[in-house]
């Protein structure tokens, strides 16, 4: 499969935004795609030594034979002369009662102890995607912790 078709399969929406089918390939059968992820290549800074990245990133495309995702809260204008050929996808932030099924199901299938003093899980949660500007991969890193150990405890401020 190509990442192409990979997406094209996903998008349901009438207006054409992808739909989250994250249990749907469990479900039927399909087997998954391994994908290789770099996580916020705008903050590569070559000025300080992060030269090689981009033909490196270039040598791996070449090679794999899965679908390479990158992530950056801006578009790395590196990527335009890197020679690779790309599709570019933005999103919007959810708000945080968006996060907080995707936050559930982290929760759940990590089997993570969430204690809360309010005793509404929902609000915690929220409130923990507020504290992350409802940033997904924050949250995930945060969610990190906790499992390594770490406890949620509202702030006091």
Avoid at 38 to 43: A, G, I, L, R
Avoid at 77 to 99: I, N, Q, W, Y
Avoid at 108 to 113: A, D, F, P, T, V
Wanted: net charge negative.
């Amino acid at each position: 499969d190509s990442t192409s078709d990979m997406f094209e399969n996903k998008v349901k929406a009438d207006n054409g935004d992808l739909v989250d089918s994250d249990d749907e390939g469990e479900e039927s059968g399909k087997a998954r795609v391994p994908v290789v992820l770099f996580d916020e290549v705008d903050n590569l800074y070559e000025d300080d030594g992060d030269l090689g990245f981009w033909p490196a990133l270039k040598n791996v495309a070449k090679n794999a034979k899965c679908p390479i995702f990158l992530t950056a809260n801006e578009f790395p204008v590196e990527l335009l002369s890197a020679g690779l050929d790309f599709r570019h996808f933005e999103s919007t932030k959810p708000t945080p009662m968006e996060c907080v099924p995707k936050m559930y199901k982290i929760i759940k299938q990590e089997r993570l102890r969430f204690r809360d003093a309010t005793k509404d899980p929902k609000a915690a949660l929220s409130l923990m995607a507020e504290l992350n500007g409802c940033d997904l991969r924050r949250i995930v890193h945060e969610l990190q912790v906790f499992a390594s150990g770490g406890e949620y405890q509202q702030a006091r401020i």
